[in-house]
């Protein structure tokens, strides 16, 4: 017959119940409560500091801030062209024959013409902000450069009379002269139409960086 010899543990019986108190479970709830609540916080912003501390970014949209930025643009040259000119240029002398005292220059150029819309020049009376909405009148189109390639631009041929030496300033004119024609070809060809086209384009998608939804360019 064997003896359990294990120690016996001993049970008060007479000790009461614990009670949760309804201060400490008051406490409770509103713990859990505000432990949901900064979860769903951080769900909807990502990091509970950057709710808390993160900084907002705020676009100053009034007109004169507008029309500020749009000037800060400058002269926005908005279409380039490329054209080539062969141009001819002479000299003689009346009653001599060319072989004699004349020159003769011929000139193939290259050019190149830049037009665009100077933003310098608005108005106030050119800008109008309405909420999200803004309203914008174009300078008129105008060409701002015309110049040659020198590297592409040269001098096909060039013949001088017998009794006269090369004049330097006929290629200088020459010159001159391809520049204006390759202008004039380019205002012919519609440059400051689609100057003020790609202009337009241009500022309207500045404009909707800015935050606007509504953008009127004419």
Known sequence: ???DTSPE????????PRRISAAAL????????LLAGGAFLLIRTGTLASSLFGRSTRIDTSTPAVLDRIRQLSRLESVEYSLDKIVEGERGTPYIPDFLMGEKLLLIAHGEVTAGVDLAQLKPGDVAVQGDAVRVHLPAPQVFSTRLDNARTRVYSRTTGLLVTADPNLETQIRQEAEAQI???????GILDKAKQNARASLTAFLGGLGFRQVSVD
Do not use: F, H, S
């Open 1 to 3: 017959m064997t003896t």
């Open 9 to 16: 543990i001993e049970r008060d019986t007479n000790r009461p």
């Open 26 to 33: 008051l406490t409770g709830v509103l713990l859990g409560g």
């Open 183 to 189: 202008a004039q070809a380019a205002l012919a060809d």
